[in-house]
C-alpha cells in the first residue's frame, strides 16, 4: 500500500453576498492562492469587472497541510463548499480551463459589442432573422433582449452568439 502523497488543490468558497473582493483580500493577506474569475464589461459607459460567479471564488491549499480554521473565520468567507463533511476539491484542468477562456474572450478583437437600446437581429437560434434591442449582457456567453412576442415586448435570455447587427434599413 503506498501513501498517498499530498499536494495543494483548488477548492470552492462561497463568500458572504456581494464581498467577494472582500474575501479574497483577506484571504490573500493570509498568503493563500486565490482565483476569483472576472471579465470586464461596461456598465452605463463605467469599465468594471464582472464576477463569473458571483458568490464564489476558488482558493488553492493543501487540506492535509493548510489550516482550515482561518479561512472559515476570514471576513467575508461564508465557507468552503463541501459535499458530507469534506470539502471537495476542483480539478485543476477546470480553473486553466477558466483561465484560457477568459484570456481568449478578453484577447478577441471583432466580436460585437452591443450597447444598451441597440438594434439587433437573431442569427441562430429558433428566432433566427427576428429583430430585437439589446438590453444588457446576462453572464458570460447571454445576452437579455427585449423581443416582440404576441404584440408584447418580452424580455429573453439569448446566446450572445445569436446576435448579430441589424442591418440599416
Request: proline residues 7%; glycine residues 8%.
Amino acid at each position: 500500500m503506498t501513501a498517498c502523497s499530498s499536494s495543494p488543490r483548488w477548492y470552492l468558497i462561497q463568500t458572504k453576498p456581494r464581498q467577494e473582493d472582500r474575501a479574497e483580500d483577506n484571504l490573500r493577506r493570509q498568503h493563500f492562492e486565490c482565483y476569483r474569475p472576472v471579465k470586464p464589461c461596461e456598465n452605463g459607459g463605467k469599465k468594471t469587472n464582472e464576477a463569473l460567479f458571483p458568490g464564489y471564488l476558488f482558493i488553492r491549499l493543501d487540506r492535509h497541510i493548510d489550516n482550515w480554521y482561518p479561512i472559515r473565520s476570514t471576513r467575508g468567507v461564508a465557507r468552503v463548499v463541501a459535499f458530507g463533511s469534506e470539502p471537495t476539491p476542483v480539478r485543476d484542468e477546470l480553473i486553466e480551463q477558466l483561465r484560457q477562456r477568459l484570456a481568449n474572450e478578453t484577447g478577441s478583437a471583432g466580436a460585437p459589442r452591443f450597447e444598451s437600446g441597440d438594434r439587433v437581429q437573431l442569427v441562430g437560434g429558433s428566432f433566427r432573422d427576428v429583430e430585437a434591442i439589446f438590453v444588457s449582457n446576462d453572464g458570460e456567453k447571454r445576452s437579455v433582449i427585449l423581443l416582440n412576442l404576441l404584440q408584447r415586448e418580452q424580455k429573453v435570455s439569448v446566446p450572445t452568439r445569436y446576435l448579430g447587427c441589424c442591418s440599416p434599413t
